[in-house]
């Protein structure tokens, strides 16, 4: 049992935000179905892939869900589609989806079948452009104000951040709208779009009110954290730290273990500048730079490990993906969240399960991702209620497709 | 009336990401108080800040609640805090919170006052040791692997997007509680933090597959995207613009506008690889880069703006914040997520409302966010149900603070 036991979504996506969404609901107990072509979705080879073809990506973003392959491009197909979709039952009829397509998966035509239908669209922009986060980010500033101060050359980001912030809103936005069901009984279109929530958190963040407000386009300022203290730093042995002084107990902690209150207490008596305030610890950031610059030059990362983590000190060490894999316990079994999972057709290899726990229930242990139509003849016959010959049928004619073969298949 | 009208949130909290949960749960209609030492809480200041020292931060993530002051270090004012937390009702008893303190806010505590508690935690790390955005980032490997090719400097991005992550968990995680309590009357204890959500993501993403499975860790690829094509090109005029080729029909859609089709052909027989796969355009992708640059440095932005939206390539221009302010529709009031909205003390700016539109409902406009303190006195007589006579003697002895005088308050 887990906290959204007995709830049935049902996923027409690709790429990442609407999969992490379905996957978020699945880790927290949901039935989550996820239909594809019988060839897979456009995702299905999305890298990294291993050595023989399998994606990393698709095993990383469908873990927990069932996989059920359709040939939607069919009459039949759709139709099956759109039963599976609109199934009865009380804790289903929820539909999220980055692909809708007019004629028969838009909201109208799905609420034919079922009245109550709660469904979450995630589209690029409110103008129908196709637009995914590699193209709104440049458009809204981000690799503008990114990289070494100076440089006029745009730094993209790594992480899709705004599909995994979008991602998590189409959760929230489905059970907001199921809980206003369970209410009213009545369904609900959630419309998002990528641009939209990329937009919404510029202002958010005060950014659009520094330029509105302030008449100011902040520029590139480095790794320092803007508004406060926050600088990263080589040690003597080439390693490299970022560290933190937002709050003011920050800022102490950071005097206090690297022995600079004296040359800080000096530099604010020489600037006159308060730099108890965050404000004017980002105004004099190259200075106070200075003064902590030689001390980390002269000590190796190993020095002063234990010493900043015992006094507190807001601090991390810059790593590459291997590094991260092989020195942080956070990223290993030692942390509960994660668990070593033979995923069929990949092998057996570390595996995050849901961040959340819910105290009546506890961590789940993460589970696989399905193979591609792994759950086929299952959810034709559990949610859409098709008898076996009319399955097989189906199967026969290509129309829904049941993964067979020698693949060890989860449990 | 919006989707969580009714609804009734209690946030404890500063910074990033559980002020935006509450933001988040504000802008779907639900009533969220969030309480402040009367001389403000660890962000009242935080930049970006106004000529006269008005957080726009501030402004930015608090927008539609309530605002309380209270002096929660005195024992009066910490049981009035868990008097506005636990107040009945079956739509409240529902507390998001980062600064949970031992001994007054823990669940325990609190659940004395209401069993039914609601409650998620977002802590920094599994170890309670002091983790931001910041070093959560750096400690995970993004940086390592982000900026041009063949640097050894890492690269941190701006938008704090494990915050932004994170806030819109808390907001799935309350929402999946209170599902919970709905069909079982069970309280829930949800705990979260950052530095899992983040852990999890490298995860989701294939990027501990990557490590784990092939033995790759990912370097920097400059603003290439990985796994598939896309790239920055300057235009003749100095624009930069990015391009993607990440399914198979933008990759045709960027042949035909270009009119690259013969080349990408003769490139692909040289090679002897076929560059329909995302992957193979991927391997190929300075091949691919050395045919586009010359037809993107000989073009200005405007002679081919136009036809790159009509044929429906994935794409955008780069842009400063200012220039997007400028220049993106999407961010004025032609986009109807936007107002200027008048914020007491800062003036009046385009400020965001709600990225969701829940159809049953349309779009709210944005509303302010509150002056802190600003309906002390209603919360005090409304939630904690308090008598006036009480609330003017906890006022007068700065248990409380309402805040008065020639600010213009918000409807």
Known sequence: MSILTGMRVVESSAFVAVPLAGMTLAQMGADVIRFDLPQGGMDAKRWPVTATGESLFWAGMNKGKRSVALDVKSPRGREIAQEIICAPGPDA????????????????????????????????????????????????GFPMATGPKGSDDPVCHVLPAWDCIAGNMVVSGLLAAERHRLRTRAGQFVDLTLKDAAAAMLGNLGIIGEVAVNGQSREKHGNALYGAYGQDFETADGRRVMVIALTARQWKNLMRVTGTETDMNYLSGRMNRDLSQEGTRWECRHEITKVLTPWFRARRLADFTETFDRAGVTWSVFRSFAEALAEDADLSTQNPMFKDVDQPGIGRYLTPGSPFTFAGYGRDD????????????????????????????????????????????AS
Chains 1, 2 share one sequence.
């Open 93 to 140: 009829g929820l539909f999220i989806t980055n692909l809708a397509v007019k004629g028969w998966t838009d909201y109208e035509t799905l609420t034919n079948r079922r009245k109550d239908l709660c469904m979450v669209q995630l589209r690029g922009d409110r103008n129908g452009r196709p637009a995914v986060d590699y193209t709104v980010n440049p458009s809204l």
């Open 366 to 409: 993460p589970r696989p991702a399905p193979i591609l139509g792994q759950h086929t003849e299952a959810v034709l016959a559990d949610v859409a209620g098709l008898p076996e010959t009319e399955i097989n049928s189906l199967i026969d004619a290509g129309v829904a497709m049941q993964m067979r073969g020698d693949v060890r298949l």
